[in-house]
Each structure stands twice: as C-alpha cells, then as structure tokens.
C-alpha cells in the first residue's frame, strides 16, 4: 500500500517517518520523500494513530489525489535541486512528467500530433476508434484497476 506524506522533504523526515512506521508495527518497503511503500494493508486506526504521530513532527499524511500530485511534483523538484548532479538536457517539464509517469494532457497530444485543436484531434480519434479520448481513458482506467483485482488460480 502506498502512502503519501506532505512536508517529507529530507533525510530526518524519513528517519521520522520510518521511526514512527516502526513504532505502530508497520512494514515498510520504501521511504523516500513523500512515499511511503508499506507490505500490508493499513486499518482504519493505524492510519489515524499515523497521521496524528506525524502531524506532531510538521508532516501530513495526504488522501486527496490533487494534493497528492502536487506534493510529488514538489518532492521532484526538491530531489533535482538538491541530489540530481547534471544539468538537465531536456525542458523541465519533460523531466517531471517523465519522473512522475503522468500521461501528457490532450492538448499536449494534439500539439505534439500537430493538429490544429484539440477538438480535431478528438474528432479523428472518435472517427477511427469510436470512443472519445475521455470514454477511451476511463476504460484504460478500468482495466488497470481490474487487473489487479484477479485472483489466480
């Protein structure tokens, strides 16, 4: 289960975390800033007891997935300022997106594709697949999810 935590932005906030992930009985994988990669599920009351134990330190444990996003993005820069030994060969936007896996937006695609609007490329895409970006990305999402739901047998 991952977890992610506003405010972990260096080494002692992850000794913290990791000390007070150790003291609820918790198995973590990874600590890095912001994550938390944790074997077993989280109860109800773990994940309350968590929270207050890092609020005392100035952390927050984030559920919203915006708020998620944007301590990711921050964590990125964090780690490039501080830790990343070259210089970037790429625009800085490529880096995040390609540091955070984040799909490009549809007005991104259009302009890479060189249509002339967003609309035109949705149109074509509808044309050709019979679905709409939109309804094409929640099936996509969907199927992630199911995938992981299978049981093997």
């Keep these: ?41 989280i109860s109800d009351n773990k994940k309350n007891a968590l929270r207050i134990s ?14 998620v996003l944007i301590e990711k993005i921050k964590n990125v820069v964090i780690e490039y300022v501080h830790y990343a030994d070259e210089q970037l ?28 609007s967003v609309a035109h490329l949705s149109n074509q895409f509808k044309k050709i697949t019979g679905l709409s970006p939109s309804h094409f990305k929640k099936l996509k999402e969907n199927r992630r999810r199911g995938l992981g739901t299978l049981e093997i047998m």
């Design 89 to 116: 060969k790429t625009n800085f936007s490529d880096y995040l997106s390609e540091k955070l896996n984040h799909e490009l937006s549809l007005t991104e695609i259009s302009y890479k594709l060189n249509y002339c």
């Design 1 to 41: 289960m991952k977890l992610y935590i506003k405010n972990m932005v260096c080494i002692r906030c992850k000794m913290i975390v990791k000390q007070e992930l150790t003291k609820l009985d918790l198995h973590y994988v990874i600590v890095e800033l912001g994550r938390v990669e944790l074997l077993e599920k």
């Design 54 to 67: 890092l609020h005392d330190y100035g952390l927050e444990l984030l559920e919203d997935k915006r708020n």
